[in-house]
């Protein structure tokens, strides 16, 4: 008989520490939840959304969901979405993939990334879940598709 609970998810490192306290700049965080969803699309996931989840979650302000095609894709997205955070004074608290690379997450305390296989993100439906939290506009003002894959569409 089929185990009817969802797949665990393999965290990695497992963190020994506390939860680091959230960021005082608020203008910074959501920058950043706009940068990985920009990031996100630049690395060709679909149905991108940056949700504001603040006043709502006592763990993070803003949720950063995409959808890719493959597991190889969104495990470069994911590493791609770290290196982001390096970069810009966010680093990676936690990190979990489930057994079957169909659900990637990146918790930066602030900002949470979720990178779903489409069907995956249909089953756990997180967009319903924050029904009620405003969505966040984040594509460029010339929405030109940055290359990173450097496939030239």
């Known amino acids: 008989m089929p185990d009817s609970k969802p797949a665990s998810l393999h965290q990695t490192p497992h963190p020994t520490t506390p939860r680091p306290a959230k960021k005082s700049d608020p ?10 969803a920009r ?16 006043g709502k979650s006592v763990l993070s302000d803003y949720i950063v969901l ?15 979405v770290e290196e982001l955070g390096d970069k810009t004074g966010f680093s990676c608290y936690h990190r ?12 930066f305390v602030d900002v949470v990334v ?20 405003p969505h966040i506009s984040w594509e460029r003002p010339d929405q030109l598709r940055r290359d990173r894959a450097g496939l030239g569409r």
């Open 27 to 36: 203008k910074q965080v959501l920058d950043f939840a706009i940068e990985s």
């Open 39 to 54: 990031l996100l699309f630049d690395d060709k996931c679909e149905e991108v959304m940056v949700l504001d989840v603040r």
């Open 66 to 80: 995409g959808s890719g095609s493959s597991d190889r894709q969104m495990t470069s997205v994911l590493e791609h």
């Open 96 to 107: 979990a993939v489930d057994q079957g690379t169909k659900w990637l997450l990146a918790d």
């Open 114 to 133: 979720h990178l779903f296989e489409p069907n995956t993100r249909a089953h756990y439906d997180i967009e319903m879940l924050w029904g009620d939290a």
